[in-house]
């Protein structure tokens, strides 16, 4: 990334702050997304854990 697109242009960000940020905020909802798919998988898991075993007997 060029140094000089870091800088504040008027007031506003240069472009390569505003790719760096929209790249930035992606990452952030991929992680997120991930974690909550963990979340949903380890609830599941202990729902699973935790119902009768027809077969036993």
């Given at each position: 990334?060029?140094?000089?697109?870091?800088?504040?242009?008027?007031?506003?960000?240069?472009?390569?702050?505003?790719?760096?940020?929209?790249?930035?905020?992606?990452?952030?909802?991929?992680?997120?997304?991930?974690a909550?798919?963990?979340?949903?998988?380890?609830?599941?898991?202990?729902?699973?854990?935790?119902?009768?075993?027809?077969?036993?007997?």
């Amino acid at each position: 990334m060029n140094l000089n697109d870091m800088h504040v242009y008027g007031g506003y960000p240069g472009p390569g702050l505003l790719a760096q940020a929209h790249l930035a905020d992606r990452e952030r909802g991929r992680r997120e997304r991930e974690a909550a798919e963990n979340r949903q998988l380890l609830e599941l898991g202990e729902i699973v854990l935790h119902q009768p075993n027809d077969f036993a007997d």
